[in-house]
């Protein structure tokens, strides 16, 4: 019965429906928000549970709307994907419908909010970040003799956007770190960076332990601007800390940019 009068409901015109939403990089969420008018030529026994399901299917379409916009690498976004591969597409579809309901909120002028939420989770990522086959190469030909426990890309101002497996590149376009350089199992379970607002947040992050590498992003790169680009000199910096500390193979890396919430 409800299905119906949702179905009724979602094709007739309705006030106060609102699409909102976005992506939280430092928690690694998803949240979107449906909103919902009551009907009233409904009977009113059945207004609040419809429109609470309007509501709930909304936000799974904004929920969709919002992943579809997330860059998995710096050329391609999850609805690239989804156009190319059905399995991706319904994999997708299928995970985000799982989605958590954090609150409702029925307002004075008889709307009702619903905020929901998924997790971008170890089993999203597989489905959607290519396992790079191959050994990583590293540019430097001695260890670095500092005892650095992570390393913190600060690439605030450049506009840089956070993707699911973005790469870090020297001046000469070599890459520094990227899925090749980590653990797949350490990729889907923590992903493959961390993201962080300031560099203040950055150093706090557990992530990249209480003695952090930062170097300075000097742009980005790509066509989606998910890849910082340092010197070449700090280039060697990380992987010269790499030979002796597995910072990059268990994935001990945040970008610093403004963009963390989108």
Wanted: proline fraction near 6%; aromatic fraction near 6%; hydrophobic fraction near 45%.
């Amino acid at each position: 019965m409800v299905q119906i009068i949702l179905t009724f409901l979602l094709s007739a015109s309705w006030a106060g429906i609102k699409v909102e939403g976005y992506v939280e990089w430092r928690t690694q969420v998803i949240r979107a928000t449906g909103i919902a008018a009551p009907n009233p030529s409904l009977p009113l026994a059945v207004q609040r549970p419809a429109m609470l399901e309007a509501a709930k299917q909304i936000a799974l379409r904004n929920l969709l709307q919002i992943v579809k916009g997330v860059y998995i690498n710096s050329e391609t976004t999850v609805e690239n994907a989804m156009l190319k591969s059905d399995v991706i597409r319904s994999k997708v579809e299928g995970y985000i419908r799982d989605f958590r309901i954090l609150k409702e909120r029925y307002m004075s002028d008889g709307t009702l909010e619903v905020d929901v939420e998924v997790t971008i989770s170890d089993s999203l990522r597989e489905v959607l970040i290519p396992k790079e086959e191959g050994s990583p190469q590293f540019l430097a030909p001695e260890p670095l003799p500092e005892d650095y426990t992570g390393v913190i890309v600060d690439a605030s101002g450049l506009g840089l956007r956070p993707a699911l497996a973005p790469k870090v590149l020297d001046e000469e376009g070599h890459e520094v770190y990227g899925t090749k350089f980590a653990r797949w199992e350490k990729v889907l379970k923590v992903g493959l960076v961390g993201y962080a607002s300031n560099l203040k947040e950055a150093k706090a992050d557990p992530r990249v332990g209480d003695k952090p590498l930062v170097v300075e992003a000097i742009r980005v790169s790509g066509k989606g601007k998910t890849d910082p680009v340092i010197s070449s000199e700090d280039a060697l910096r990380i992987h010269a800390l790499a030979k002796v500390k597995p910072v990059l193979a268990e994935c001990r890396v945040v970008f610093v940019t403004e963009e963390v919430v989108r």
